[in-house]
């Protein structure tokens, strides 16, 4: 069964640094999302990607994110300088319409 | 304000016993509402899509109905393996994939 790869399952990063994380979406859909969960809390939206240009994006998706599909498989979202509260579970996510999203397995990272 | 709440937070069920999840909502224009499962760790795992009012999916042992209101994820005589945290999610009108989620309803069945 297709599914949605992340990479890596767990980053530990010092405050400040930069973090990128990849996903490779399910190879048939065209619309691909970044989500986090913070340990304990909800699963919130950050951002959605189609046609290679943000077509949504929540207020946590500020300045220091960005998000990338650098080729034809893969899809990154970049944190420029991490601070202690961007520690938490990151979801990548892929669908063929706006409807039903196929979620990785998702990224750990911890910013200390 | 688009809002998602689930209840029970936790439901402990012993094997074989049946029973119901909450998802109570508000949203500006439904386009659809999503159950997912979520185990420990893991990311949240596609279940149904509702649609519209009156609408039903089964899947196994999982029975999901919507309302105008809310939705109910039924589970009829659940397994061990059952356990996990249920997500509900809706997706408004105007959306591009921004769902929605509630904080989940942790089920744990007994042996």
């Known amino acids: 069964e297709p599914e949605v790869t992340q990479t890596p399952s767990h980053q530990v990063t010092q405050m400040g640094q930069e973090v990128i994380l990849r996903c490779v979406p399910i190879s048939n859909h065209l619309y691909f999302y970044w989500y986090r969960q913070i340990l304990g809390q909800k699963v919130e939206f950050l951002v959605s990607?189609?046609?290679?240009?943000?077509?949504?994006k929540s207020e946590i998706f500020d300045d220091q994110f960005s998000v990338e599909r650098p080729d034809g498989s893969n899809f990154t979202l970049k944190i420029r300088s991490t601070k202690l509260e961007d520690s938490a579970m990151y979801f990548c996510?892929?669908?063929?319409?706006?409807?039903?999203?196929?979620f990785g397995e998702g990224s750990r990272l911890t910013v200390l | 304000e688009d809002q998602v709440t689930q209840s029970p937070e936790a439901l402990r069920l012993q094997e074989g016993e049946s029973s119901s999840l909450n998802c109570s909502y508000t949203?500006?224009?439904?386009?659809?509402l999503f159950w997912y499962r979520q185990d420990p760790g893991k990311g949240p795992e596609f279940l149904f899509t509702l649609y519209s009012a009156g609408e039903e999916k089964e899947k196994e042992r999982l029975k999901a109905t919507l309302t105008k209101k809310e939705s109910f994820l039924h589970i009829t005589a659940p397994k061990p393996e059952d356990s996990a945290t249920y997500l509900c999610?809706?997706?408004?009108?105007?959306?591009?994939?921004?769902?929605?989620f509630g904080k989940g309803t942790k089920l744990s069945v007994k042996p």
């Open positions: 949203v500006s224009g439904l386009r659809g």
């Open positions: 996510a892929s669908s063929v319409t706006t409807g039903e999203l196929f």
């Open positions: 990607f189609y046609n290679n240009e943000i077509s949504e």
């Open positions: 999610a809706v997706q408004g009108r105007e959306s591009q994939g921004n769902l929605i």
